[in-house]
């Protein structure tokens, strides 16, 4: 899928934004480790005189070039591919060389510190990627979806990313925010007319144009909500006691009898944290039995501490049992310390055993599941139950890979559109509705962006993007 480089419309009375800088920088853009190839990005001014001190010559621009890499002596470092693409036709707009060698994190160091003594210096996290952004090549929601992409969980929801990357989103962002712009222009063509004298058939047309951005607004915000659910997906606390079958629900319900359940690295406790997939929904799952007994050490009480706060935020528990069981007093304890008012489905597993049947009955957010892990039945309730509590629903194509931020601004937007339709009779206050609208839309795109927002964007990439 290509890039579609958008360009921003400045706001008006906003301040330019900062100039991608004069800074020449280089960073490993392969991950650390071994590999069959191993790339070195320099953006920046000082692009042709680094490939003329690595390359001895400029290679021919966009063609992929056979060429020694080399030390200040003249030694070999690596012989690989050079690319070298001119601004503005770059990933950043700058002057770009990349140095496509073996690998290997040797041959990388090296090459990343001849770019450094040629006059480069290492980038930030995110700093490419900023500077494709400051240059106009992609816009802010773009920006953001490159590392929705990079960090996605499923293949649906790389999808979304891949949608948004190629500017689907931001398109519709950048339509509504010129439907605003018309109907702005056509209300303060109104303000200085007496309501009694403005044409009904003008008054209309004003309301029809409104509607029909709602409308637009509507669908948008949902296609962004499902979008999130995909990134996000839903974190389940399980309460049940050993044996119950939790290993064996859980397997049954990714669809698939191996171990799928993996691990999230970097937690103390890992053992108690697994993330499946339903229908690339990701659902976190935190078991909640390493909780019960008192910490040994300081590192097994941290890692309690932390399984702890995840199952207090958690968007739903799972509770199981064995069907025909009595209720646990160790159970009721755990469920005692999650937040009231959590959707919970209490699963009593083993029907088998017991030839039950499968069966499920709701109360509000709440549901009984009885299904037996062993044979499947019932565990097509519980997965659905599940889907539904993430906020999931089916959908065609055309979600779109939105986080926290936008949704905020979506939500900030349709609250303005609300209040707008109940001023249509002042004038005034309808521009004003509008005018906050467009600017709430505009800080997706970043057309109203502030400095301290790109900080908080680009330094959560990966070094080298
Ligand atoms: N080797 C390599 N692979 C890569 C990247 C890269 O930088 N290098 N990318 C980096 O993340 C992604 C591809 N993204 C890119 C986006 C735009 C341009 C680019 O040159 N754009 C110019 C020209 C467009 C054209 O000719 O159609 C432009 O937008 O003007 C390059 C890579 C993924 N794969
Ligand atoms: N008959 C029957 N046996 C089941 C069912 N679900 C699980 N089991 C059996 O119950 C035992 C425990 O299952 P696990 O899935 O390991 O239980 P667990 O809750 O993960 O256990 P811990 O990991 O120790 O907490 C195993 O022998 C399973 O084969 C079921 O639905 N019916
Ligand atoms: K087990």
Same mark, same amino acid.
């Given at each position: 899928?290509?890039? !579609? ?6 706001? %008006? ?20 480790? *071994? ?16 490939? @003329? ?12 070039? $056979? ?5 200040? !002596? ?14 503005? *036709? ?8 990349? +140095?496509?060698?073996? @690998?290997?994190?040797? =041959?990388?160091?090296? $090459?990343?510190? *001849?770019?450094?003594? $040629? ?19 992609? &816009? ?42 018309? +109907? ?12 009694? %004298? ?23 915000? /949902?296609?962004?909500?499902? @979008? ?21 629900? +859980? ?77 646990? #007093? ?21 029907? /088998? ?23 499947? &039945? ?8 599940? $889907? ?19 949704? =905020?601004?979506?939500? =900030? ?8 339709? *109940? ?14 609208? !467009?600017?709430?839309?505009? !800080?997706?795109?970043?057309? #109203?962006?502030?400095? /301290? ?13």
């Amino acid at each position: 899928m290509a890039y !579609q480089p958008h360009p921003r419309a400045r706001v %008006e009375g906003q301040s330019a934004p900062l100039s991608a800088g004069a800074d020449t920088i280089a960073a490993v853009a392969t991950p650390a480790g *071994r590999g069959g190839i191993g790339v070195v990005r320099v953006s920046g001014a000082r692009v042709r005189e680094i490939a @003329g001190g690595v390359l001895g010559a400029l290679p021919e621009p966009r063609h992929a070039t $056979l060429a020694d890499f080399r030390t200040a !002596q003249g030694a070999p470092i690596d012989s690989g591919i050079a690319l070298f693409f001119p601004a503005p *036709r770059s990933y950043t707009g700058e002057d770009v060389l990349e +140095l496509q060698g073996h @690998g290997g994190p040797v =041959v990388m160091r090296e $090459l990343l510190r *001849r770019c450094v003594a $040629l006059g480069a210096r290492v980038a930030e996290p995110g700093e490419f990627t900023r500077r494709a952004f400051l240059n106009d090549r992609i &816009d802010l929601a773009q920006a953001e979806s490159v590392a929705d992409l990079i960090d996605a969980s499923s293949t649906e929801a790389a999808a979304s990313a891949a949608r948004s990357l190629a500017g689907e989103f931001s398109q519709r962002i950048t339509s509504l925010v010129a439907a605003l712009t018309e +109907l702005r222009m056509h209300v303060e063509a109104c303000i200085d007319f007496p309501e009694e %004298e403005i044409d009904p058939a003008d008054r209309k047309a004003l309301d029809e144009k409104l509607s029909a951005i709602r409308v637009a607004h509507a669908v948008l915000l /949902d296609a962004a909500r499902q @979008g999130a659910v995909l990134r996000e997906g839903l974190t389940v606390a399980l309460v049940g006691r050993p044996n119950v079958g939790k290993s064996s629900l +859980l397997n049954r319900l990714a669809g698939e009898d191996v171990a799928i359940v993996t691990p999230i690295a970097g937690t103390t406790r890992d053992y108690v944290r697994a993330t499946i997939e339903l229908e690339g929904v990701p659902i976190h799952l935190i078991d909640t039995a390493g909780l019960r007994d008192a910490a040994a050490d300081e590192v097994e009480r941290i890692g309690i501490e932390r399984t702890w706060a995840a199952a207090a935020s958690a968007g739903a528990v799972l509770y199981i049992t064995e069907e025909g069981e009595q209720p646990r #007093v160790e159970d009721a304890s755990l469920l005692a310390r999650l937040p009231a008012g959590i959707p919970k489905a209490h699963v009593f597993n083993k029907i /088998d055993l017991s030839r039950s049947t499968a069966s499920t009955s709701a109360a509000g957010k709440d549901a009984e599941i009885h299904l037996s892990a062993k044979t499947g &039945d019932g565990v097509a309730a519980l997965r659905s139950w599940l $889907l539904e509590t993430a906020g999931w629903r089916p959908h065609g194509e055309g979600l779109f890979m939105a986080r926290e931020r936008h949704l =905020v601004a979506l939500r =900030v937007a349709g609250e303005r559109l609300a209040s707008a339709e *109940r001023n249509t009779q002042a004038f005034e206050l309808f521009a004003e509705d509008l005018k906050i609208t !467009q600017d709430a839309l505009g !800080q997706i795109t970043g057309a #109203v962006s502030a400095d /301290d927002l790109l900080g908080e964007i680009f330094s959560r990439f990966c070094i080298g993007k």
